[in-house]
């Protein structure tokens, strides 16, 4: 399961629709994200890497011994949730192991997700009178693996620094930011620095620090900060050397990465002088896909006796 995006310029706006509704975004914030999405020929990558993500999981589970096929569906654009399982019904399969592309807990990355696949589970009950049970894997931010795909990318990153600075370069870790009270009520800030922390002890960078992107939500509402570009133009003028940004809230490089790193946050650091490289994400990098099977392998070990326990309010 993953968030989704436009495959042309057609479907940006439509798109945004579905992503924003119930949200107080203002629509010069509509515009300008639609706007971001025009400078890539309305097309975000991340239809294609969740796809590609899709492909590899299951040869490696075939591989494993477990020839399972894999679905993939889109919160907010096309496969979505709802589609994905009632073609997944009518194959005939009842039980479902779902991996949620997410690897920070927050309610807008995780919890409602599993809204959406209940929602979408109602509406097939209510067409069919069946259901596919979805069984989540647990959580995987801190697994070997994705720290180990995540290390990778950030040592090539790193090779690029232009040598003079490349041993004083601040490891920067970006993730989306959120709400802060939907922060206050999750993992998510946790979860972000104890991945980070692992990465960068893995890569062997000291010096290391969390910041922020792509915050939509009003100016007076308070979200998650620093905000990355703020961030970077700041200590340039504090005297850092030099950066590695790595999107380690991400598991893919779609336009947010694309749009608020590649180019914002590039433009920021051009304009003071700050020498910047970015890593890349994991997409479907072989050690990303060797995880993801590994995680959904060890949830099918652990309840293959029997179905977990529904969790429910007392």
């Not at 192991?97 to 696949?117: D, K, L």
């Not at 998510?188 to 915050?215: C, F, K, N």
């Not at 590695?244 to 433009?267: K, T």
Request: glycine share 8%; with cysteine; aromatic share 8%.
């Amino acid at each position: 399961m993953a968030f989704g995006g436009p495959r042309g310029p057609a479907d940006v706006r439509p798109f945004l629709a579905r992503v924003l509704r119930g949200r107080r975004v203002t629509p010069e914030r509509v515009e300008a994200v639609a706007h971001h999405y025009g400078l890539f020929g309305g097309v975000s990558p991340i239809t294609d890497v969740t796809m590609a993500q899709a492909r590899g999981l299951e040869e490696r589970l075939t591989a494993a011994g477990r020839p399972l096929p894999v679905y993939v569906g889109m919160r907010n654009w096309h496969p979505l949730l709802a589609d994905t399982l009632k073609q997944m019904y009518a194959a005939g399969l009842r039980h479902a192991v779902g991996f949620i592309a997410a690897p920070h807990h927050a309610y807008s990355s995780c919890q409602q997700y599993r809204e959406n696949v209940a929602d979408a589970r109602r509406e097939l009950r209510a067409a069919t009178g069946g259901d596919v049970d979805v069984t989540y894997v647990g959580s995987w931010f801190d697994h070997p693996l994705f720290i180990d795909v995540s290390a990778q990318h950030v040592r090539d990153a790193r090779s690029r620094v232009p040598e003079d600075v490349r041993g004083a370069a601040r490891l920067v870790f970006t993730a989306h930011s959120i709400p802060l009270p939907m922060a206050e009520r999750s993992r998510y800030r946790e979860q972000l620095r104890e991945s980070g922390r692992l990465v960068a002890e893995r890569v062997g960078i000291p010096d290391w620090t969390m910041v922020y992107q792509s915050r939509s939500g009003r100016p007076e509402d308070p979200w998650l900060e620093p905000d990355v570009c703020a961030y970077l133009r700041a200590e340039r003028a504090r005297g850092l050397p030099a950066a590695i940004l790595c999107p380690i809230g991400f598991v893919c490089d779609h336009i947010e990465v694309l749009y608020d790193l590649d180019r914002e946050a590039a433009d920021a650091c051009r304009e003071v002088g700050l020498p910047m490289v970015r890593a890349e994400a994991v997409n479907a990098d072989p050690l990303f896909l060797d995880m993801m099977a590994d995680v959904v392998l060890r949830t099918i070990r652990r309840y293959e006796g029997g179905r977990p326990l529904p969790i429910v309010a007392v």
